[in-house]
């Protein structure tokens, strides 16, 4: 039989071939696959996961959750090439979930994190100028984090100023069109890019050793930042700690952009299909959450709402 870290190596190779990045999974995963080897456990478990959960140390319901998840879908994968893989049950960690409210970011903050970012200290500069272009990109255009380091340099259409999305949340691609602006430091992080690296084909988002930028080493760059600039607390080691993710950029996008509509007085229900569109969302339910999230949009809302009731315009 082979060892559940062979078959983990394994997994995670097949999934990158097919554009996944699961720098998380692998990540989560880790220390899983450690304890059953040195317990010389070859295939997954519902028991086998308990035991690990029971000496891999306190966490919240949330994080078992969300590892439980993880191990279930490397389960899912080794169930096809070992039929007597057991796939630990989703009620195994009852972990309700919340969603968190958003931090949306104003203008000037997104401006320091995006200086702050192109002072990251590296060999040969490419670090500063991979993290700031692409947490400027990802402010601009709400991307999730995972559709922007998986694009690749012919995805990246600067003359017609669109991105071509293949690799996204629910396998579905679109295009997603950009300002000038940004075509233009996309342009300018590509000429830098190619100046240390050489013209290569392959991923847009590149680390110094040339590979794709993972989405772990984002996260863990973003956090830097935020701690350098004070919106997140200082931290020992390599700890990201608490505070605004990376993610909530999407979330300000959004919001700011339906804030707009608000004040210029556009119709939300006919911009929000557009919007939804645009962020990828599978419905624009998705969408409209943003409203209940952020309380200055909500009360706009239901300020429009009111005015229209006294205009007539609702039964």
């Not at 624009?284 to 006294?310: D, K, S």
Request: charged content about 30%; glycine content about 8%; aromatic content about 8%.
């Amino acid at each position: 039989m082979t060892k559940l870290s062979d078959r983990l190596d394994e997994y995670l190779a097949i999934q990158r071939d097919f554009g996944r990045d699961l720098s998380d999974s692998g990540t989560q995963l880790r220390p899983f696959v450690r304890f059953a080897d040195a317990e010389g456990v070859e295939r997954i478990s519902t028991d086998l996961f308990l035991r690990w959960r029971e000496q891999y140390g306190s966490a919240s319901a949330r994080t078992w959750s969300y590892r439980l998840s993880m191990v279930r879908s490397f389960a899912k994968w080794l169930q096809g090439v070992d039929p007597h893989t057991e796939i630990p049950p989703t009620g195994l960690i009852s972990a309700r979930r919340r969603r968190p409210r958003p931090h949306i970011y104003p203008d000037r903050e997104i401006a320091r994190i995006v200086v702050e970012a192109a002072r990251l200290p590296s060999a040969c500069g490419l670090r500063g100028w991979t993290c700031s272009t692409l947490f400027g990109l990802l402010a601009a255009t709400g991307l999730r984090l995972g559709e922007a380091v998986g694009l690749d340099d012919e995805d990246v259409d600067l003359r017609a100023e669109v991105l071509a999305v293949r690799k996204s949340k629910r396998g579905t691609g679109r295009l997603v069109p950009i300002s000038p602006s940004t075509a233009e430091r996309l342009d300018a992080y590509r000429l830098v890019r190619m100046g240390i690296l050489g013209a290569r084909a392959g991923p847009f988002f590149r680390n110094e050793k040339g590979e794709r930028l993972s989405s772990n080493n984002a996260q863990y760059n973003f956090a830097r930042v935020c701690q350098q600039i004070g919106i997140r607390e200082p931290q020992p080691s390599r700890k990201h700690g608490r505070g605004p993710r990376l993610h909530d950029l999407r979330h300000s996008m959004a919001v700011k952009t339906m804030l707009d509509w608000y004040r210029t007085g556009r119709d939300p229900n006919c911009e929000m299909h557009k919007l939804s569109t645009y962020l990828g969302h599978a419905h624009p339910r998705h969408t409209y959450w943003y409203m209940e999230a952020v309380p200055e949009l909500l009360r706009l809302a239901c300020e429009r709402a009111e005015q229209r009731f006294r205009e007539g315009d609702c039964p």
